[in-house]
């Protein structure tokens, strides 16, 4: 080979070589990495676990027009209102199927975890631009990506995957901006941060109003450490916008409040959802991991001074950063719930593992030995293979969405042609059943709707009462379906429904019973 065409084929080498090594590509291959890794586990099997109760709300409010959804909105679940819009145009697109309806949950559940992987490269004090193999990033990433409340909820078919990505990147970006110099030079660039992380955070917080809780803790900590030096214009507009926006719409969804009437007062099982079901879904070993990293982070020698370089190993500033955003949210709920306002549920607490996942990031990144890290990621796989393989049973998405799919299997192979139904004698949110599991109320006829959904603005029908649908001849001819919610204690033994019952002579036989559902047809006494 001649001198000329080895210097070609050692610069095209040398230009490879560069290019696989430069920052931004070696960026790329690692965000592609983690969005590929994260869709392989949880695609395959997301749509094996029967639809459940809130996602069946989901395809109850997405399936109706523009105009109708706005108009319930307006009496009902405003909390999701942009999240109900844009699944609006995806079940148009895709129609409604376990898996399909879950997929776009999962897609921004990846792209989350990219931004998370970016958040810990901002925030590692190790971290160099011309260096993207950021151990804490990728760490925060890898942690992010197996927390076991993100096992559960990232193939839901709600709100806290897109609403979690959108709260991500206004992170970012607001780090981003509470780093950038106070130089008129850099003033247009400072006002571009902030812009950009206001719409972000009024995005999140449309799409789920508990992200607002997100925003009163950046809020705080940039009035207390910030380190922008120059004028306070820029984060003062940044925050006015979702300001101006929550306001009026947090007002708006309070007056909604009704509808979550079942969440409890504060009580002995509040610290255990605090502490362990919140961020790790009962993951007791998990959780243990994570406070152990916590507390290494905590500990004085990780925070201080170090002999050696006379820096912080883990600066002070991005630390008190991810505790305010890990726990100030819990902390106004809790405190919220413990005066009167029950809205403390361990899931609205899920845009904070942000923070949870970085801390445990700092944590791991602080290991010096290589066995010590793969006994350490080990030790996490390990403890999520148990909730990964659960979360694809057949009770995944809780023993009632197990029980509606077992109970509607049963109650389609005994159904026929023509064959009366009424859901709900107690309860209406047994409706949810019929939209879970629409194919097996096909060809059954449901007596118990007085108006539609749609037309009353709600995400379940009217109901004719129970008595007035008993006294009709149609069922004393041919009998009914009754389906029925079966908790603690049976909606069949409420009195009104057994007064129902013994006035028109009628007698309910068992057919079906499990746990969190009943089925019962009921005759005349008699055929």
């Known amino acids: 080979m001649s001198g000329s065409a080895q210097f070609r084929v050692g610069m095209k080498n040398s230009q490879s070589k560069n290019a696989l090594t430069h920052p931004v ?35 109850s409010a997405a399936r109706r ?23 609006h145009f995806w079940i148009k697109l895709v129609g409604v199927t376990a898996f399909w309806l879950r997929f776009p949950a999962v897609v921004a559940f990846a792209l989350s975890v990219i931004v998370i992987y970016f958040i810990g490269r901002k925030i590692d004090p190790g971290a160099r631009p011309q260096n993207p193999w950021s151990a804490v990033g990728l760490a925060s990433a890898i942690i992010y990506m197996l927390m076991p409340a993100w096992l559960r909820f990232a193939t839901d078919a709600r709100s806290p995957s897109t609403a979690t990505l959108v709260v991500a990147l206004a992170t970012l970006v607001f780090l981003y901006a509470t780093d950038a110099p106070g130089s008129n030079a850099r003033a247009s660039s400072r006002f571009r941060l902030w812009a950009l992380f ?58 909604q409040i009704d509808q979550v009437y079942w969440i409890d007062p504060i009580g002995s099982s509040t610290a255990s959802q605090v502490f362990i079901q919140q961020w ?8 243990v991991v994570f406070y152990v990293a916590l507390g290494m982070l905590l500990a004085p020698a990780l925070i201080t001074a170090s002999a050696d370089s006379g820096k912080e190993l883990i600066p002070r500033a991005e630390l008190v950063f991810l505790l305010f955003f890990a726990w100030l949210p819990t902390i106004v709920l809790i405190g919220a719930t413990a005066v009167g306002v029950y809205v403390y549920w361990p899931r609205y607490l899920i845009y904070s ?10 944590a791991l990144a602080r290991l010096k030995t290589w066995w010590m890290v793969v006994l350490a990621y080990a030790m996490v796989v390990a403890l999520v293979v148990p909730t990964a393989i659960e979360n694809r049973g057949i009770n995944a998405k809780g023993t009632e969405a197990g029980d509606w799919s077992t109970g509607a299997a049963w109650f389609e192979q005994n159904k026929s042609e023509g064959d009366l139904v009424y859901l ?16 097996a109320f096909l060809g059954v006829v449901d007596v118990a709707k007085a108006r539609s959904a749609t037309s009353a603005g709600s995400l379940l029908n009217e109901q004719v009462p129970l008595g007035e649908v008993l006294g009709t001849k149609r069922v004393a001819k041919q009998g009914l379906w009754l389906f029925a919610e079966n908790w603690t ?21 068992k057919k079906f019973s499990a746990s969190k559902l009943i089925i019962v047809r009921i005759e005349s006494k008699s055929r």
């Open 424 to 439: 709900g004698p107690v309860s209406l949110e047994i409706q949810f059943l019929k939209i879970a599991q629409p194919q």
């Open 198 to 255: 206001s719409v972000l955070m009024t995005l999140a917080i449309l799409l789920n109003i508990f992200t607002a809780f997100i925003f009163l803790a950046l809020a705080i900590w940039a009035a207390l450490f910030r380190r922008e030096k120059g004028s306070f214009t820029p984060a003062a507009l940044g925050f006015g916008l979702p300001a101006m926006v929550l306001i009026p719409f947090a007002a708006k969804c309070y007056s």
């Open 280 to 287: 790790f879904a009962n993951n007791i070993g998990f959780a």
């Open 353 to 362: 593992t942000p923070a949870v996942a970085v801390i445990s990031g700092l």
């Open 489 to 509: 204690k049976t909606s069949l033994s409420e009195p009104a429904v057994q007064k129902a019952l013994e006035a028109h002579s009628l007698t309910a036989t």
């Open 65 to 87: 027009s523009l105009a109708a959804l706005i108009n319930m909105l307006g009496n009902v679940d405003l909390v999701h209102g942009l999240f109900y819009m844009l699944m």
């Open 25 to 59: 590509a070696l960026g790329v291959v690692i965000s592609g990495a983690l969005f590929v890794v994260t869709l392989a586990i949880l695609l395959p099997g997301s749509g094996l676990p029967p639809l459940w109760r809130d996602e069946a709300a989901t395809i």
